[in-house]
């Protein structure tokens, strides 16, 4: 899942999913008629410990609605329109002030709280909120900020990728009545202040010396250029005006389209300029030529806290580094094994170029590799009864990347519909290029990207209404991304991997994650060059070059994310194993499932005391 872009990064930090254009044909898992609901969400706890309840959940209640005051995109992307007219401001000295001195409040209400007075679930919820709060204080410290906030852009990064799809009318906002098509105009006055002030960070940042890289930069002006080159009415921006509402009078027509041009020529397309002209013109010259946080000032200790908060452990580089050495060789033996199995006669090397080069193994068109996606997903549907007691009621759609965008997109990504269901969860795949894409990993991306990857875990999490809202709406990468990997891996239980080629297609696919451990620590910590990192992934994997260089150009962008998948998926992959050697034939996947699914995305080191519990309550029963 590409989880730090504007969109995701919102999804994780702020609780909103961003949904993005194109309509294509849905996949829906559906509830199973045995299936029941799974959960442990926090009820009110008898006598001695109703008043720590109700204190609890007011905080969790009051934190919340101010939070979504403060952040409006949060509340859009719920399907609450109150303060849909707004952007926020979310990249403001003021803005930062305001989430320090709200975080430091809701801490100091939960220390007046008596943990011990609390219920088991309810005591989940406290050391969650704790941690997520601690957790965020962290990152509003003023010498963290001071690395963070003037690098309001990159290519991975950015709401100018983000806000084009959310404003086509396929995305995220609304387009169904008079006010929300008035809403979205006054968005587009927001957009235009927010692409301003931008650019002042990036000049702070210039002043400072702390800077983005050259590379990054220079892909932020492609992008912008992509976008100017199109004309206003074949952009995404200008979606809205192909799709009003049946009941929309002629007149009322008339005028949205023309306050939308007036914007959108007044407004939208000159800031983009602005943006595009002072980066090409002034910015860039500035920005680093090496790529690796650790040549940046205040580099190593950004990178260090960046570490810690993505996988939610306390892990350092030099031991995730080794930890990803260690794993590249376990897996490329597995890959000699499907090599030799399929009775391939050369080195592994040459089985990657096999692999890449063959035709048998690319898609012939756009269509096919849509219908790939597709029968995977139905596939998918009929097992997903046996592994599963809850399936989310938000169905699952498949869609290509639009073309303006996918050339700077990864492989393949998820973004979550609502809550209430009414808006699908897409699982977006990349068609950039295909001569360069191979199929063999179409399985393992469904999985990770679709169902039961992402769209389970986040939707299953938002649409329980019973938890807290932090824990339905908010996450962490370790996590998120962990439980994806972990998904990949159901493929062998369900008999996807007895394909030899489906098989090496996910080993490939671990690969990549495994790979990341060792890139993203060599380049931000230990010096590595863009061209070593590229020339380490085409080695060790089937991957084309195309493929690898999206890759290590995302860990430039975004440090410390890509780490996410190979912890978490290594964490709940141990915690299986754990509970399947302690509890035997009282061992239920189905249940071990819910378990970890249904109280939403938790930190690594609580869902491990939450298993934990788990499996001695059972081996008491």
Not at 2 to 18: D, E, N, V, Y
Request: aromatic share 10%; net charge negative.
């Amino acid at each position: 899942m590409k989880t730090t872009s504007f969109a995701a990064r919102a999804r994780l930090l702020l609780g909103a999913a961003m949904l993005l254009p194109l309509a294509a044909c849905a996949t829906t898992a559906t509830q199973s008629a045995d299936a029941a609901p799974a959960t442990t969400a926090p009820t009110p706890a008898p006598a001695a410990s109703t008043a720590a309840h109700d204190a609890l959940w007011k905080l969790f209640r009051d934190s919340d609605e101010a939070s979504l005051r403060r952040n409006p995109l949060a509340a859009l992307f719920r399907g609450d329109l109150r303060y849909a007219d707004t952007l926020g401001d979310n990249i403001t000295d003021e803005y930062f002030a305001r989430e320090k001195a709200a975080t430091e409040a809701d801490l100091a209400t939960l220390n007046g709280i008596d943990r011990a007075a609390l219920d088991e679930t309810d005591q989940l919820a406290y050391d969650v909120f704790k941690y997520t709060q601690e957790d965020t204080l962290r990152g509003l410290q003023p010498d963290i900020l001071a690395l963070t906030v003037v690098r309001p852009i990159n290519h991975f990064f950015g709401i100018h990728t983000f806000y084009p799809t959310f404003a086509s009318g396929q995305g995220g906002a609304p387009f169904r009545t008079i006010t929300d098509y008035d809403n979205n105009v006054k968005r587009h006055h927001d957009f235009a202040v927010y692409i301003d002030r931008a650019i002042g960070r990036f000049r702070q940042g210039m002043a400072s010396g702390v800077v983005e890289t050259k590379l990054t930069i220079n892909n932020v002006i492609a992008q912008l250029d992509t976008q100017l080159a199109q004309p206003l009415e074949e952009s995404p921006y200008w979606g809205p005006t192909k799709n009003f509402p049946a009941d929309f009078t002629d007149a009322q027509k008339a005028e949205q389209t023309a306050k939308l041009r007036q914007s959108l020529t007044t407004e939208v397309f000159p800031a983009l300029r602005r943006l595009r002209d002072f980066l090409k013109n002034d910015y860039v010259s500035h920005a680093r030529d090496t790529v690796g946080l650790s040549s940046m000032r205040g580099g190593d200790r950004l990178y260090r806290l960046m570490v810690q908060q993505t996988t939610t452990l306390p892990l350092d580089p030099e031991t995730i580094h080794q930890t990803g050495l260690s794993e590249v060789a376990r897996i490329r033996a597995a890959m000699e094994q499907v090599k030799n199995e399929v009775h391939f006669n050369g080195t592994l090397a040459q089985f990657f170029d096999h692999l890449r080069n063959d035709p048998q193994f690319k898609a012939s068109s756009r269509e096919a590799l849509t219908q790939m996606y597709y029968d995977i997903g139905h596939r998918v549907d009929a097992q997903v009864p046996r592994f599963f007691s809850s399936v989310p009621r938000s169905r699952l759609e498949i869609r290509p990347y639009e073309p303006f965008r996918e050339r700077f997109e990864a492989g393949g990504s998820y973004d979550s519909g609502t809550p209430d269901g009414s808006r699908p969860g897409v699982f977006y795949f990349n068609a950039y290029d295909l001569p360069s894409r191979t199929t063999p990993g179409t399985t393992t991306l469904y999985l990770h990207e679709g169902a039961p990857g992402h769209h389970f875990q986040i939707s299953l999490a938002q649409e329980n209404d019973k938890l807290p809202p932090f824990m339905r709406f908010g996450g962490n990468t370790a996590y998120v991304e962990g439980w994806a990997l972990y998904a990949e891996t159901l493929g062998y239980d369900m008999g996807f991997y007895n394909d030899p080629y489906q098989r090496f297609g996910t080993l490939s696919d671990e690969m990549l994650r495994a790979m990341r451990l060792v890139v993203d620590t060599g380049m931000h910590a230990k010096g590595w060059t863009r061209d070593q990192s590229i020339e380490y992934m085409m080695a060790n994997s089937d991957m084309g070059r195309t493929d690898a260089t999206a890759e290590v150009e995302r860990y430039i962008a975004i440090p410390s994310q890509a780490l996410a998948y190979k912890t978490g998926a290594m964490t709940i992959q141990r915690l299986r194993r754990k509970a399947e050697a302690e509890l035997g034939p009282k061992f239920d996947i189905r249940e071990f499932h819910a378990q970890v699914l249904m109280t939403g995305a938790l930190p690594l080191s609580i869902l491990e005391q939450k298993i934990d519990r788990w499996i001695a309550t059972k081996k008491a029963s």
